[in-house]
């Protein structure tokens, strides 16, 4: 049976608080010399006693209200842990208390359980009728409890983030954040616990108030020791959740590592006090940039390391000489933010680029803090530059990268659009007109109509089909130029025969244009290869020019010899002169609308030109005409 305790027990449990913050700021104190193992062991404990007291053991303290040591005394000092680690340590020493809190508090929650499910099976294990509810609901406890808890470290050091920014006083901090964590964690844990028990409003009510004066009680333990014991190392730039609940960044490595510069140069700071000698030899022999200020911000003095950065020597940087090295669009922004923080006093943080007199750029993060004498009297200011290029370099490529990516599915995406119209429509024009041809009275003008179109459709699937296997295959170089003795004009002929017709059909005008005799006109070549490229890159003029001219011929210029198609068509805009050579590109997304094509006939002449030893390339003007020319050795 639960007993009714008076005004002692409750001392008791306020002296239980005092003992357990003693222990963790104890812990936490000496945390340099012994590390934070001590701390972890002290919370693995409390989170033990935590989980069997809230499971077990509750008190009657005043009208009937059932109060947990566990939840109070216990739970409340947890969390109080965990708010103190994340404002005076780093954001992986935050990660490691939080998940180590939470993982002890579901494997206990499960064991209370499985012990349970033991007890029920021996039938001889002594327990209390809250003990028996909580075995009763079993998953439901883990689950509510685990669940609370993760909810309580987030909104922990979330409020705490939000209140710093709005609330200056330390102590208004702490407490406000740990009331509404901890009465919400009544509120939740309660309402999923006992709200269908009959004492849900006592369970709630007793919670309320246990927990917020054990908040009250935390709190001023926790303030004092933030306010005078470790009163030099309150951290006021926190890592946020994002840190906490992500894997740290690039750039949030660098900014810790920042962090601890600036720590090691305000304690090289301390150092000049007591020697001016042993400070500027330590200030030498640091890895970043050191300098320092006037109170009106005129530099008088710079480090080696900061000259080798920027690239001026210390008496060129003296004063504000060290503005004319930075690069000229950042020298406004530069000078205007460093004079007014100069004129508040106040601290300043900011990144820009020297421009060497070699000139290379060299990306710097510039951080400056006010230097005050021992009775408060502003000196002027110390600071750092890092050297950040090697960061901003990575930035761009993976921002190049990342663009190219985007690019590159943007292609396949529409390739495999363009690519599936392509390859249904002479599918469905195959099986509309086999169909047809199946109609047993089908007169013969029909049938032959109806195969002929069969037939067509066939050969434009097949070509599509072709084209796919070839650009596959010239990616993965498993293409072998065949060398023969060839007549290049016999191959001009045989585009004659191919295109004429066509030229007759829509009005324009064909001309082959041959420069040399048969018997000067032979190229150790392949003959395939060639026809095809020649043949795709009429075909494309031939799609693209409704009246005029194309025109096809040879050129030798030297050890080279230089082919060209000429069209009066509708030309390639300058910033698509390079990019129609690419798989899948086309000049614009209008191009598959009225044009239709697959976008792999250039990348193919392409591929199978550089395969030869030759170069393809583009002249044209919108609205007047292409010239496509290509080059191949001219070997006989």
């Not at 090295?325 to 820009?352: C, E, F, I, K």
């Not at 600071?383 to 901003?392: A, R, S, V, Y």
């Not at 009005?507 to 420069?515: A, V």
Request: glycine share 8%; hydrophobic share 45%; net charge negative.
């Amino acid at each position: 049976m639960l007993q009714s305790l008076d005004l002692g027990h409750i001392l008791v449990m306020m002296f239980q608080s005092v003992v357990v913050a003693v222990f963790i700021l104890t812990l936490f104190r000496y945390r340099k010399q012994v590390g934070m193992g001590g701390l972890y062991m002290l919370l693995g404990l409390m989170q033990v006693f935590q989980v069997l007291l809230t499971s077990s053991s509750y008190f009657i303290d005043v009208n009937g209200l059932m109060i947990s040591p566990g939840s109070t005394v216990i739970f409340s000092a947890s969390l109080f842990a965990v708010l103190l680690v994340y404002i005076k340590e780093d954001v992986l020493e935050t990660r490691r208390l939080v998940a180590a809190v939470i993982l002890i508090n579901i494997v206990l929650s499960l064991l209370i359980v499985l012990l349970g499910l033991n007890g029920h099976m021996d039938g001889d294990v002594l327990s209390t009728e809250l003990t028996k509810y909580y075995q009763a609901k079993g998953l439901r406890t883990i689950i509510v409890g685990s669940l609370t808890l993760m909810l309580d470290v987030f909104l922990l050091l979330f409020l705490y983030e939000k209140f710093a920014r709005f609330i200056p006083s330390l102590f208004l901090r702490i407490l406000l954040t740990m009331l509404v964590v901890l009465s919400l964690d009544s509120l939740i844990y309660n309402t999923g616990m006992f709200w269908e028990t009959d004492n849900y409003g006592k369970h709630l009510l007793a919670a309320l108030v246990s927990k917020n004066t054990a908040a009250l009680i935390y709190t001023l333990l926790f303030y004092l020791y933030l306010r005078f014991v470790e009163k030099d190392r309150i951290v006021t730039d926190l890592p946020g959740l994002r840190g906490i609940f992500n894997s740290p960044t690039y750039r949030q490595k660098y900014e810790l590592a920042t962090q601890e510069k600036v720590v090691l140069q305000q304690k090289a700071e301390k150092a000049e006090e007591l020697s001016k000698i042993r400070y500027q030899e330590v200030v030498n022999c640091v890895q970043v940039g050191v300098f320092q200020t006037s109170p009106e911000g005129s530099t008088t003095y710079v480090n080696p390391k900061w000259c080798e950065i920027s690239g001026l020597s210390q008496e060129e940087a003296l004063g504000y000489g060290w503005l004319n090295s930075v690069h000229p669009d950042d020298r406004m922004q530069t000078s205007d933010g460093w004079r007014l923080a100069a004129q508040n006093g106040a601290s300043s943080t900011v990144s820009y680029r020297f421009l060497r007199a070699d000139g290379s750029c060299r990306w710097v993060l510039g951080q400056a803090v006010p230097e005050l004498a021992e009775d408060g009297t502003f000196l002027g200011y110390v600071g750092t530059i890092t050297d950040i290029t090697p960061l901003k370099q990575y930035e761009e490529a993976l921002n190049v990268s990342k663009e190219r990516a985007e690019e590159s599915d943007r292609l396949k995406s529409a390739f495999l659009q363009n690519i599936s119209h392509e390859i249904r429509t002479p599918m469905n024009a195959i099986c509309g007109f086999t169909e047809l041809l199946a109609i047993p009275d089908l007169s013969p003008e029909k049938r032959d109509s109806y195969i002929g179109i069969v037939q067509h459709s066939a050969n434009q699937l097949l070509g599509i089909v072709n084209d796919i296997v070839t650009i596959s295959s010239l990616e993965k170089k498993l293409v072998e130029p065949l060398y023969t003795k060839v007549n290049i004009n016999d191959v001009l002929d045989d585009l004659e025969s191919v295109f004429t017709a066509k030229a007759n059909e829509r009005g324009l005008l064909f001309q082959l244009e041959k420069n040399l005799d048969d018997q000067n006109a032979l190229l150790l070549t392949d003959k395939t290869k060639l026809t095809q490229i020649l043949t795709n890159l009429v075909a494309n003029a031939f799609k693209f020019t409704h009246k005029g001219y194309i025109r096809v011929g040879y050129t030798p210029e030297g050890s080279l010899i230089r082919f060209y198609v000429m069209d009066s068509g509708i030309g390639v805009q300058p910033k698509a002169q390079q990019e129609i050579f690419e798989r899948f590109r086309q000049a614009d997304q209008t191009i598959q609308v009225n044009y239709g094509g697959t976008g792999l006939g250039l990348s193919i002449s392409k591929g199978l030109v550089e395969l030869m030893g030759g170069y393809i390339w583009v002249i044209s003007e919108p609205g007047k005409g292409s010239t496509f020319y290509f080059t191949l050795p001219f070997n006989v």
